[in-house]
């Protein structure tokens, strides 16, 4: 969905992840609902370019810290695209 909005809205986009225990998932699924995998939650934060292209690599599953691009090498190139 996320690479999308950023075709969409010509814009970069961020897919922010959290991380989420197997405790957690059976405290937040209603009842009745099959438990999800907790590993599909887990280290699957992303930042899109406005023509959808990944820019970050993909962390480890253990990572813990920020996610940044220098938006400044790819701005050139977008504006090329977009006049």
């Not at 599909?40 to 993909?58: K, M, S, T």
Request: glycine fraction near 8%; include cysteine.
């Amino acid at each position: 969905m996320t690479p999308a909005y950023a075709i969409e809205t010509g814009s970069y986009t961020l897919a922010p992840w959290q991380t989420i225990t197997a405790e957690g998932i059976k405290l937040n699924t209603p009842p009745g609902k099959e438990l999800e995998d907790p590993n599909i939650y887990n280290g699957n934060g992303r930042i899109y370019a406005p023509d959808g292209q990944n820019l970050v690599p993909h962390p480890s599953k253990d990572f813990q810290g920020l996610l940044y691009v220098d938006v400044s090498r790819f701005i050139h190139d977008f504006n090329v695209c977009r006049n």
